[in-house]
């Protein structure tokens, strides 16, 4: 199993951007497609979008296509988020997951981190 953590969240005023990293550790990194999620208060955690190891596939929530981009540097184990052009809607927990296998989808992951807080005030 993965373990994963975490950061770069803040609160951040709409139009404003963050970058948000997942480091990982244990199992190889290279098995697993990486994936960000959010859950806001009173909701259920939904897909953000999802990366596989070679970085040849990727796929985004609609809500954030054209907005965010996620990338991974296998050599330091570690995934971002890249959020721009953010929204009060966006306010949410972000968590990293994992999933093993080479096959993006959005569901199927486990191995969460803690997560991390994104406030975008208005």
């Known amino acids: 199993q993965v373990q994963l953590v975490e950061s770069g969240g803040g609160l951040v005023q709409a139009g404003g951007s963050l970058r948000l990293s997942c480091a990982a550790s244990?199992?190889?990194?290279?098995?697993?497609?990486m994936g960000w999620f959010r859950q806001a208060p009173g909701k259920e955690r939904e897909f953000v979008a999802a990366?596989?190891?070679?970085?040849?596939?990727?796929n985004y929530a609609d809500s954030v296509k054209g907005r965010f981009t996620i990338s991974r540097d296998n050599a330091k184990n570690t995934v971002y988020l890249q959020m721009n052009s953010l929204k009060p809607e966006d306010t949410a927990v972000y968590y990293c997951?994992?999933?093993?296998?080479?096959?993006?989808?959005?569901?199927?992951?486990?191995?969460w981190g803690q997560g991390t807080q994104v406030t975008v005030s208005s």
């Open positions: 997951g994992a999933k093993y296998g080479v096959v993006v989808t959005t569901s199927g992951f486990g191995s």
């Open positions: 244990g199992r190889a990194f290279s098995n697993y497609v």
């Open positions: 990366i596989n190891w070679s970085r040849s596939r990727t």
